[in-house]
C-alpha cells in the first residue's frame, strides 16, 4: 500500500532561495534531525545532486537508502525516485517552489511524497512516520531558511 503525504507552506524568500535550500543535499543533516548523512555520488552535468546516499533515523534504528533527482523543464522544481534502500519498496517525491502573486519576498513551497515501505506498519505508526517526514520537509525547511535553524 502506497502512502501519500502532500503539504504546503509560505517561506518568506525567494523562490530560488528556497531552491538552492533544497538542492544543497549535502548540509541536509544540518536542518533535518532524522537525516544524519547525505552524499553526493553523481552530479548532472550543471552540478546538481543527481544520486545521493543517505542514511537516516527510522523507527529506532538506522536506514540506508539512495535517491535519484530530476530536473525538468520547471527551474523551481526538484523530483526523487528510489534507486534502492534497506527498508523501502518505493518512494518517490517533489517540491516545487512557486512565487506569491503581489509579495517578491515569498514562496509557496509544495511538497508531494508517495512511499511503499518493505515491511508491513500498523496505521498509527505510518501516520506518525508521515507526520515526522512532512515536519522536516515543511516546517524545520522553513525554519532554515527563514531563521537558520531547524523548528526541532
Keep these: ?69 530530476s530536473y525538468g523543464s520547471n527551474p ?4 526523487w525516485r528510489l534507486v534502492e534502500g534497506d527498508l523501502l519498496e518505493r518512494m518517490s517525491g517533489e517540491y516545487e517552489f512557486l512565487p506569491v502573486p503581489g509579495d517578491d519576498g515569498a514562496t509557496r513551497v509544495m511538497y508531494d511524497l508517495d512511499v511503499d515501505l518493505l515491511i508491513r506498519l500498523p496505521g498509527f505508526v505510518r501516520r506518525r512516520l508521515e507526520a515526522k517526514v512532512v515536519h522536516a520537509a515543511i ?5 532554515r531558511i527563514e531563521v537558520g535553524t531547524p523548528a526541532g
Design 1 to 69: 500500500m502506497t502512502d501519500h503525504a502532500s503539504q504546503h507552506t509560505i517561506v518568506r524568500a525567494t523562490p530560488e532561495h528556497c531552491y538552492e535550500t533544497v538542492l544543497d543535499v549535502e548540509r541536509l543533516p544540518e536542518w533535518a534531525p532524522d537525516i544524519k548523512e547525505a552524499t553526493v555520488l553523481v552530479r548532472d552535468d550543471q552540478g546538481r545532486p543527481g544520486d545521493v546516499a543517505f542514511r537516516a533515523a527510522a523507527m529506532g534504528r538506522s536506514t540506508t537508502y539512495t535517491l535519484r533527482y
Design 76 to 79: 523551481l522544481r526538484i523530483s
Design 139 to 143: 516546517d524545520d525547511l522553513k525554519a
